[in-house]
């Protein structure tokens, strides 16, 4: 298993910018119903702690959120929520509901890409 991790992080989310720029961009896509772009940036996995802990604290509010997915494992991050799922959807019963519940809409609780082999960009 490959020892580090990738994120999808929305360029708009954080309180401070520059956050971002820490980690090592692998890619980008322009949104094609919002104003954001999506970045995918490596996370070794030494740094893990650290993307989760100050992105989890960087976040505008609990609207938004980043995920963090290596093979067989999916870390989706709310300001005040942390969910360890697998890209599994049958896995992801609890993460839907507390999206739902604070108005995430539908289309946006898609996490995509969960694997290596699904990225994009």
Request: proline fraction near 4%.
């Amino acid at each position: 298993m490959t020892k580090e991790y990738h994120a999808i992080l929305l360029d708009v989310e954080f309180k401070d910018p520059k956050f971002i720029e820490k980690w090592k961009l692998l890619g980008k896509k322009r949104s094609s119903q919002n104003r954001w772009w999506q970045l995918k940036v490596e996370v070794p996995e030494s740094r893990l702690e650290e993307m989760i802990n100050d992105g989890q604290s960087l976040l505008l509010d609990d609207k938004y959120y980043f995920h963090i997915y290596r093979e067989g494992e999916l870390i989706i991050v709310w300001s005040k929520r942390i969910f360890y799922i697998k890209p599994d959807k049958s896995t992801w019963r609890e993460m839907l509901e507390y999206g739902r519940s604070i108005g995430i809409p539908e289309d946006q609780l898609d996490m995509k890409p969960t694997k290596f082999k699904d990225e994009t960009y």
